[in-house]
């Protein structure tokens, strides 16, 4: 079946730096685009960046970019996020989601979603 | 582009009409396929978001026919038409006409 696991969060003193993963399986990875969204504890969701099926565009909110970096290893079918300079306002649970795609490969929201891992910045 | 959702906090009684408003500051309406980029999304308490409308009123596949998706442009709803106990949920509007891509605040949904 079609899945995302992500993996890599935890406890991070601030100033230090993490990398998230999320592990693709059931379908063609190397076809999809993949987003990052994060959700602060009690808080709504935020978009955090998105990269091309083939890695050619990475794009990031403003809040993120600069110590942010997404990037995707499509022969491992897993999507990655590098967060350096963590700071107590990147606390959240981190999902990586699926771009849809219809028929006709034209893109359309987050299809498929992982359970999410949780980063806590505290010294 | 910023989304903004009414109300934050909705109560229906079951059976009855629940209706959530989005209204984004700039169209999402792109012009070459006549698609607003405009998504829905149901998220219930320790899971993560579903999705439930694509292109303001596609209906995602399994998503019960209650659930409908309206609006163009810069004005958009959702409309549970006949609230169920299991739709009780925050729902998040989402933008993916341009990036950065943008949420709504959310609207709680809860039973009268």
């Known amino acids: 079946q079609v899945q995302l696991v992500e993996s890599g969060g935890g406890v991070v003193q601030p100033g230090r730096s993490l990398r998230l993963s999320c592990a693709a399986s059931?379908?063609?990875?190397?076809?999809?685009?993949m987003h990052w969204v994060r959700q602060a504890p009690g808080k709504g969701l935020e978009w955090v960046a998105v990269?091309?099926?083939?890695?050619?565009?990475?794009y990031y909110a403003d809040s993120v970019k600069g110590r942010f970096t997404v990037s995707r290893d499509n022969s491992k079918n897993t999507l990655y996020l590098r967060i350096n300079s963590l700071r107590a306002e990147d606390t959240a649970v981190y999902y990586c989601?699926?771009?849809?795609?219809?028929?006709?490969?034209?893109?359309?929201?987050?299809?498929?979603w992982g359970q999410g891992t949780t980063v806590t910045v505290s010294s | 582009i910023v989304m903004t959702q009414s109300p934050d906090s909705l109560a229906v009684s079951l059976g009855e009409r629940a209706t959530i408003n989005c209204k984004s500051s700039?169209?999402?309406?792109?012009?070459?396929?006549?698609?607003?980029?405009l998504a829905w999304y149901q998220q219930k308490p320790r899971q993560p978001p579903k999705l439930l409308i694509y292109?303001?009123?596609t209906r995602e596949s399994g998503v019960p026919d209650r659930f409908n998706g309206s609006g163009s442009g810069t004005d958009f709803t959702l409309t549970i038409s006949s609230l169920q106990a299991e739709d009780v949920a925050v729902y998040y509007c989402?933008?993916?006409?341009?990036?950065?891509?943008?949420f709504g605040q959310g609207t709680k949904l809860e039973i009268k």
């Open positions: 990269i091309w099926y083939d890695g050619s565009e990475k």
């Open positions: 059931g379908f063609t990875f190397s076809s999809y685009g």
């Open positions: 989601a699926r771009v849809g795609r219809d028929g006709y490969n034209y893109d359309y929201g987050m299809d498929v």
């Open positions: 292109w303001a009123s």
């Open positions: 989402h933008q993916d006409y341009s990036v950065p891509n943008s």
């Open positions: 700039q169209s999402v309406l792109y012009s070459s396929n006549n698609n607003n980029y």
